[in-house]
């Protein structure tokens, strides 16, 4: 049966599911457990914001608390991968990408090619992305162009509770790395999850919202403000398509194709920066495969391309909003 | 006689709280008979035609074409030429769309669950206390959901049970067994489960001939059989539509098997596509149709007939059927039993009890009250 629960319980749950699932699989983080080594409940934390409260008390050390240094446990996490565990790893925030980076796109994305397909490296990183957090330049970026970059690393940024679940449990469940972005501000997004374990292939976008007059692509926390806006525009009479893409690496560009067959007018937008962007690699992709349908100029609406403000008021102007969307509709429509 | 029938937007299933009016089908004017379909309605689970519930002229169009609505609002009105324009124009001015509040409530309890042997079962029960219930039973990938026209009408006069078959809807996606007996005597330890002695048994495709094996193998607990599009009435099945369910994994693969079900393909919408794909990648789902669907349906052969030995057993036989089915042909119908009522619609596919549903709860009606 499907119930409500946020997007935090339904990865807490897929994490869950696979660990009684498989025996192979194992999750390592800081913090994810809370504290080893100190006094008092071994389990009081469960990660940064608590996605993995209460994972110790069923899987015991199958959740790993780790050091302070990323490249040793992300360097961990792909080694055991290669020898046959599935490790889900929380790197807590995407900007900390950086000093493990190495690892990532030189090391677990390259085995399965350098070795001649005789190696494979199940492992999951997840992190959290995003802004809108107050938490200033070094925690709120989004940094889903980097990865989707790298040929042999699968990314996914989901926007529900039901994605999430259905995306983890395929991420942990697949053979090659992913990259697994979670917005921290839909943390307590609530959805209907059903109980069962499910997975949700990669490669398939969701149209979120029906419509005949102008597509919106996107993905993450911007699949909630493109439905804000295409809900607003709703009342003007313009009727708009929004698909949320769910995967960026592999990316569903036939379901955006489609849809733009059939609208004519395309709106990209990420809450990345705007230079190699997700909205720049599908706006690219579109005018070279589907010229002749558009009928106005592909519009773009992205952060702009500076560090992520701590100011709130900045940072609020910073991130891509309905208004905003709602206008670069509107500025495709006026061809 | 000047009695004013307002057409009100229906309430198709339990969660429906609101519809889009997508086209009307007749003019302001136009005679309408009973069943006529006046205009169509879409929600985000799927589209159908409002049909007439009385005769008379449509004197009004209320809703407009793309306008959504809430359930039980007004969307147009049925009267003879006597009564006045004023008296039209009144009674729209006067409408009120009843409180839909005590509905909500209604609708977090529709479903249930119950355990049988071990196998966790979502039902839906409703309608009068007394009386022999009605027992719906889907097809194969199917759920209670493909009941949604029909389980409110035919409440109005039996109790009505429908639940989702195990490896179905949001049952535990696991088989009792991948013989139709396997299935019917899960649904009669069902019964059991709820103190339910003797059913009117409503099979639709698959769930038709499970029905059929009920009847066979527990006389007692079968006062009467309804056969809607039934498997077990003949040899062909579509493996197009069989394995193709099985198979697909997508929406872009889902969707032209699924249009096969309809006369009408447009009846298919986005919603329903999602649903069907959220229902199919639960784990064991796809293992479960795979079982089944190789044991009852390997390479276009139904592998029993329990329809064709019927005759004898003295239990009152309905078969309805769309003519336009791709996936059982509509010919099976003419191997139903000897005195049993034999319905064709024309303009229906495989899922007569919702493209033809007024028709088919009114045969339904008369059959479990005859």
Known sequence: ???????????NE???????????????????????????????????????????AKHGDRLLDTPLSESAYIGAAIGAACCGMRPVAELMFVDFMGVCFDQIYNQAAKFRYMFGGKAQTPVVIRAMCGGGFRAAAQHSQMLTPLFTHIPGLKVVCPSTP??????????????????FLEHKNLYGFEGEVPESSYAIPFGEANVVRDG?????????????????????????????????????????????????????????????????????????????QAFRALKGPIQMVTAPHTPVPFSPVLEDLYIPGAAQIAASVKRTMAH | MSTITPIVMP????????????????????????????????????????EAPDPGLLRRKVAKE??????????????????????????????????????????????????????????????????????????????????????????????????????????????PGTALADLSDFAVRFLDQLDVERVHAVGHSMGGAIAARMALDHPTRVASLALINSAGLGSEINPGYTEGFVEAASRRDLKPVVEQLFADPDLVTRQLLDDLLKYKRIDGVSEALSALGSSLFAGGRQSETPGLELEGTGVPVLVVWGREDRIIPASHAGNAPPGATVEVFDDAGHMAMMEKAGDVNALLKRHVSG
């Open chain 1, 212 to 288: 005949k007059t102008a597509t919106i692509a996107t993905y993450g926390l911007m699949v909630h403000r493109s439905l804000d806006a295409a809900a607003a525009l709703a009342k003007e009479g313009v009727d708009v398509e929004v698909i949320d893409l769910r995967t960026l690496s592999p990316l569903d560009i036939d379901t955006v194709l489609e849809s733009v067959e059939k609208t004519g007018r395309l709106v990209c937008v990420d809450e990345a920066n705007p230079r190699c962007s997700i909205a720049a690699d599908v706006s690219a992709q579109v005018s070279q």
């Open chain 1, 162 to 179: 039901y994605d999430t679940k259905g995306l983890l449990i395929q991420s942990i469940r697949d053979n090659d790395p992913v990259i």
């Open chain 2, 11 to 50: 309430k198709w299933g339990l969660e429906m709280r609101e519809g889009t009016v997508t086209a009307w089908l007749v003019d302001e004017g136009a005679e309408i008979a009973v069943g006529t379909p006046i205009l169509e309605v879409e929600t985000d689970k799927i589209s159908n035609a409002v």
């Open chain 1, 14 to 56: 897929a994490l869950d599911q696979e660990m009684a699932r498989d025996p192979s699989v194992i999750v390592m983080g800081e913090d994810i457990v809370g504290g080893a080594g100190g006094d008092g409940e071994r389990d009081a934390w469960g990660g940064v914001l608590g996605v993995t409260k209460g994972l110790y």
């Open chain 1, 1 to 11: 049966m499907a119930r409500k629960i946020s997007m935090k319980q339904a990865i």
């Open chain 2, 66 to 175: 793309g306008e959504t609505l809430p359930v039980k609002a007004l969307l147009g009105v049925l009267a003879d030429s006597s009564v006045s324009d004023a008296d039209i124009d009144a009674y729209i001015a006067g409408y009120v769309v009843p409180d839909a509040g005590e509905e909500e409530e209604e609708g977090a309890s529709a479903y249930s669950t119950v355990d049988v042997d071990g196998l966790t079962v979502r039902y839906a029960r409703r309608g009068p206390e007394r009386g022999v219930p009605v027992l719906f039973l889907h097809g194969f990938g199917g759920d209670l959901d493909n009941w949604l026209f029909n389980l409110d009408a035919l409440a109005e006069v039996a109790p009505v049970i429908a639940l989702d078959l195990p490896g179905h809807g949001q049952s535990t996606p696991r088989l």
